[in-house]
């Protein structure tokens, strides 16, 4: 078994087992010796564990703590971490471990008969073609609640145009529960729009 963390002084600790027969060794001359395979590493090229890179991904999406802030409490820690590198690490590892999740899932989703969908306003501080001022959006789409396999999906685009929608929910049939924006009524004919008694409270 080896193990690897990332200790206070910045060093990587990895610890290799051994494993002998005590028994063969009190009656034989020759003992043989087992050595643990090493595991390869979570991220190739990097020293760390998928727990640490688990903590992060709480931290900065459930808990809402930027990485400059946990960089900074690594830091108080006497732990020299970067937030450039916890990004590498969410990035890679949504990439290349999460995003088939995420396409499986999708695919999942346009086979339920009742969707909700919904969108909402969200900055972007370095996007090609667009100022640090200007809206783009998150779209989330989900199935209905009477479900024990929720499926919750989020989708970034830089506008709020139908298109986004009507691409995203490509080959459903059924009924989709939005807010009164207009671009909803612009979708296939076998998607039927219906309101949510929720904003119209709001009207």
Known sequence: MIKASFCKTGKVVKKKFIHACQNWEKENTQTPVVTTAREPNFIPGSFVAPEA??????????????????????????????????????LWTAEHLLTPVYDRLHQELPTREVLHADETT???????????QSKSYMWLYRISGDTDRPIVLYEYQPGRGACHPKTFLAGFKGYLHTDGYAGYHSLPDEITVVGCWVCQEKI
């Open 53 to 90: 890179v688990a903590h992060l991904m709480v931290q900065k999406f459930v808990i809402g703590s930027p990485l400059y802030r946990q960089e900074q409490e690594l830091k108080r820690q006497g732990i020299p971490l970067s937030r450039q590198t916890m990004s590498n690490w969410l």
């Open 122 to 132: 969200l900055q972007v501080l370095y996007e090609p073609g667009k100022t640090a």
